[in-house]
């Protein structure tokens, strides 16, 4: 549904994107991740039409955004991460308008923005100024604005940036029941929590590129495994754990990447039989195990893994 | 009709200045017109017939009406772009499926409407004059197309440097230095060439370079119409034209910025 193929691009001879490349699925909620200055609003700007990249293919929907910018826009619904809002309209007026600038026809645009306002909770709101909403509701009545032309796609660049918890929580059900109605979105964040939830997939970003996490993965799966993955494992020993890793380095598809006194970790290659085989291993060689876990991989694990810090 | 003419016109009548800024119009309007009628009737009214205090009321009023309208027009349209870069507002507007070319025209014609709201609502001013005689409908007719033209010009340049400047302060500045340019520079630098020029033969003698500078003058664009019907051609013709080609280049320039304004949308 998304695709950007080793998008490139230079702002006065410094490189926001250098050959980044993504694909998202249809259907999927997918997650975008990297320090500031990583790339992410470049590309996301890029891929709805605001700026066209130096070099590259993006591609919507199987539509060219430099090409069919028209077509592209009629079926992607963007939300920066400050959404400017016309304070001195009403709300209503603010998703006529918008509704009237995506070309809904005159019958069908008066439904729109009702079930815009409902579905925003901003019913009883719908003759206020947008100057008296709280913050929590500009967000919502943008993300109705968003939602007016009924969107294949959303790109949402920080959506969350400034909300209280509970509009956060609000937004995360929102885009939940969003994708679940066949939107495919595409999030940037740096709330890696609210990542975590959602998204069913993670890419990492930074200086441009594609940036790997510590076992060489620049997407990460958050929802369910993938076999063809090697996955994590965790061994707590009762106190020969430098020996347990060098008996485990010499185990074919095993790479060790920690080994301290109480505790190895590891990646194993293949399926569960060949965890067992190892485990079988191990204990054979006379290493007390006491435990043996196969840890969830939490994304701030990895953000870690692959940019060394925690997210800014 | 174009929504962003819609939107621009309710947000500008929302605001103070949509009814503070008629209403100085006005008040300043009747003041040079009350001035100018007592000053004319006072002075010359044994010598002057009616029909000639007419005219006098008519010019003064024509004049005093550009001038007003020059110092007003960057206040409409200079800050019709940047205000959107402002409130971020832009990208909204440039992701959606409203192209460059809807954006500007509905920023310009919501100027141009202003003026005109300005233009008739001083229709009431101008009756004054009809009291005198010496105006007929041919002169307030091409009086108030050429203020249109000339305005509308001024809007499409406010308008390019709004597109060019990412601060409403800056790109207002900017349009009235070219209000200054246009009307006063131009007309310095035709005194100064005509200065060394011997020309007594009349206007056409004067060698094309030394006028070329007064066709960029919105004065000298009013003057040129306020001649006899017949001798409308050239001056008043080239005006239109160099006026006419200079929006239409601002206004090709301003679609290329806002081409280009993704990344500060």
Known sequence: MIEAAQIRKRYNGSRALDGFTLRVEKGELFGLVGPNGAGKTT???????LIRADSGVARIAGMDVTANPIGVKSVVGYMPDQPGLYQDMRVREFLEFFAEAFHIPGQRRRAVVEQGLADSGLVARAESFVEELS????????????????????????????????????????????NQQGITILLSSHILADLQEICSRVALIAGGKNQEDGAGRSVIELRGQDATQPQLYEVGVLQDGERAGQLASAVAGVKV??????????????DASQASEFLRHLVISGVQVVRFDRPPATLEQRYREAFGEKPR | MNPMIRKELRQRMRERRGWILPSLYLLVLSAIISFAYYGVSSESSAT?????IGTVLFLTLTYSQLALLLLMAPIFSAGALTIEKEQRTLGGLLTSLLGPVQIWWGKFAASLMFILLLLVIGIPVLSVVFAFGGVGPWEVGIVAFTTLVILGTMSAISLYWSSAFRRSVHATAVSYVTVVLMTVVTLIIFGIAMSRVHSG??????????????????????????????????????????????????????????????DIA
């Open chain 1, 43 to 49: 590309l996301i700007k890029i891929l709805s039409t």
């Open chain 2, 48 to 52: 002057m017939q009616g029909w000639q």
């Open chain 1, 135 to 178: 913050f929590g509701m500009k967000q919502r009545l943008f993300l109705a604005k968003t939602l007016l032309h009924s969107p294949q796609v959303l790109l949402l660049d920080e959506p969350a940036t400034g909300l209280d918890p509970l509009a956060r929580v609000d937004l995360r059900d929102q885009l939940k029941r969003l």
């Open chain 2, 201 to 262: 033969d009349g206007w056409h003698s004067i060698p094309l370079k030394v006028r070329a500078p007064l066709y960029l003058n919105p004065l000298f664009f009013l003057t040129s119409a306020l001649v006899p019907k017949n001798q409308l051609y050239p001056e008043w013709f080239i005006c239109l034209g160099v006026f006419v080609a200079l929006a239409a280049l601002c206004a090709v320039l301003t679609l290329r910025n806002l081409r280009r304004s993704g």
């Open chain 1, 257 to 270: 990447l920690h080994a301290e006194p109480l505790r190895i970790v590891v990646e194993i290659s293949g």
